[in-house]
């Protein structure tokens, strides 16, 4: 195991306590390439984490690499609020050429800020906005972000109560799932918009994930996805898709929900969108709702060109044709066959295996399994988050540029932190 340099104390003296991911992984890290990242030490660690959704593409891609450091030789405009740059608008016309084109999707586009919570934010004003009603539905389980309008629609109970207010203006509802068990939720949401004495507020908005990441790999129905478009369009609620962790190819197709075959009023994206893991978040509309006024939303970095620079060189090198989705749709099954083999192995242990495309979780019935492996693996150089309402799932999060053999290994060494986590059983009692 990797022990923490001694310059690591300055972290613990001087950093908020706030920090959680270098807890888990006692190590400083130096270096990273591909799929992989390496200690001061010069240890590697396979990453299974990807910068929770951030690079898709891996760690600084040799192609994507090369497009910055020749904008930033060549003196390219690095900050410029909202003002019109040759960045930017080369990131527009290969956003529109690679990604809106093909699909048939007729968005406008905003750059709300360069976080993910910032796209959120930016959604549940343009639709309260849009709509003259303050009220949003959420689903169970939901994360969008950690700004306080984005945790009014998020369910995980120990991140609302650290906005230290009341959030407000937020129901929720069951995620794919009715209440009782016989129908979907979107049956029963009808309902309640239907009853005049349900209590209900007609919400201005619908957000969904149609993967939960956050929430524990919760992979939502395409015809659930389907049903809750058709209420949406029939009770004049704008629909929201929160593709900030699972689109740009994760789940396989650029966005998410296309293998549902809907098309949301609105979308938000972030994380791996830049490709390199620079800041950029983009808040995608129908034109008709871009009732902004000049200035009524923005941000002192909401036009950082670096992440266009990068941003295009992603498009360019990989949406240009299929390759990549393909790949990403292969190298899916295999995970999934290694995994469901895993839970085949493990009945006791493994409660469910979930995923979809380079998106995968393991639930454990023993919740505290999941931070046990968790440690192990990273003890044996492979890099996994837990996640779900109680850290009881294992988030197995690849780079979508893995290479199979290297998917092999860390599916070997997941197989490994599991086996190696097994409490010996207790030897039985006298009779």
């Given amino acids: 195991m990797t022990v923490p340099h001694p310059a690591?104390?300055?972290?613990?003296?001087?950093?908020?306590?706030?920090?959680?991911?270098?807890?888990?992984?006692?190590?400083?890290?130096?270096?990273?390439?591909?799929s992989r990242l390496f200690g001061e030490d010069g240890r590697p660690f396979l990453d299974f984490f990807s910068g929770a959704g951030a690079l898709n593409y891996g760690h600084n891609n040799p192609v994507l690499k090369r497009a910055l450091v020749d904008y930033v030789e060549r003196d390219g405009v690095t900050?410029?609020?909202?003002?019109?740059?040759?960045?930017?608008?080369?990131?527009?016309?290969?956003?529109?050429?690679?990604?809106?084109?093909?699909?048939?999707?007729?968005?406008?586009?905003?750059?709300?800020g360069p976080a993910g919570t910032n796209a959120v934010e930016a959604a549940l004003k343009l639709a309260r906005k849009v709509k003259g009603r303050e009220a949003v539905v959420f689903f169970t389980n939901a994360f969008h972000g950690m700004s306080l309008g984005s945790l009014a629609v998020t369910g995980n109970a120990f991140k609302r109560a650290g906005a230290g207010v009341p959030l407000v203006h937020a129901t929720p509802m069951p995620y794919d799932e009715g209440p009782d068990g016989e129908g979907p939720a979107f049956r029963w949401f009808?309902?309640?918009?239907?009853?005049?004495?349900?209590?209900?507020?007609?919400?201005?908005?619908?957000?969904v994930e149609t993967v939960q990441g956050e929430g524990?790999?919760?992979?939502?129905?395409?015809?659930?996805?389907?049903?809750?478009?058709?209420?949406?369009?029939?009770?004049?609620?704008?629909?929201?898709?929160?593709?900030?962790?699972?689109?740009?190819?994760?789940?396989?197709?650029?966005?998410?929900f296309e293998e549902a075959g809907i098309v949301p009023d609105i979308v938000t994206l972030s994380k791996s969108v830049s490709g390199y893991g620079l800041p950029m978040a983009l808040t995608l509309l129908r034109p008709e709702l871009d009732v902004w006024q000049p200035g009524e939303h923005n941000g002192t970095f909401r036009g950082f060109n670096p992440a266009f620079v990068t941003a295009a060189a992603a498009l360019e090198e990989y949406w240009r044709d299929g390759r990549l989705q393909k790949q990403t749709l292969a190298r899916g099954e295999q995970m999934e066959q290694g995994l469901a083999a895993l839970a085949a192995s493990r009945p006791a242990a493994v409660s469910e295996v979930r995923g979809r495309g380079l998106a995968w979780g393991v639930e454990f019935a023993d919740p505290s399994r999941a931070?046990?492996?968790?440690?192990?693996?990273?003890?044996?150089?492979?890099?996994?988050?837990?996640?779900?309402?109680?850290?009881?799932?294992?988030?197995?999060?690849?780079?979508?540029?893995?290479?199979?053999?290297?998917?092999?290994?860390?599916?070997?060494?997941?197989?490994?932190?599991?086996?190696?986590?097994?409490?010996?059983?207790?030897?039985?009692?006298?009779?």
């Avoid at 009808?190 to 957000?207: H, K, N, T, Y």
């Avoid at 929160?242 to 740009?248: E, F, K, L, P, V």
């Fill in 371 to 431: 931070a046990a492996v968790c440690a192990r693996a990273f003890e044996l150089g492979l890099l996994l988050e837990t996640s779900g309402p109680r850290d009881e799932v294992v988030k197995l999060f690849p780079p979508l540029t893995i290479e199979e053999q290297e998917l092999e290994e860390g599916l070997a060494l997941f197989g490994r932190a599991v086996r190696e986590t097994e409490r010996p059983a207790r030897p039985a009692g006298p009779r």
């Fill in 190 to 207: 009808d309902r309640l918009l239907a009853g005049e004495g349900s209590g209900l507020d007609m919400p201005a908005a619908v957000i």
């Fill in 79 to 112: 900050h410029a609020l909202d003002m019109s740059t040759a960045a930017k608008r080369a990131f527009l016309e290969m956003f529109q050429e690679v990604v809106l084109q093909p699909r048939e999707l007729p968005y406008k586009v905003m750059f709300p």
């Fill in 216 to 256: 524990g790999i919760n992979v939502a129905r395409s015809e659930w996805l389907r049903g809750l478009a058709g209420l949406c369009r029939r009770r004049d609620m704008l629909l929201i898709v929160d593709d900030i962790q699972m689109g740009c190819g994760r789940t396989g197709g650029f966005f998410s």
């Fill in 8 to 34: 690591s104390h300055v972290f613990e003296r001087l950093e908020s306590e706030v920090r959680s991911y270098c807890r888990g992984w006692p190590v400083v890290f130096d270096r990273a390439y591909g």
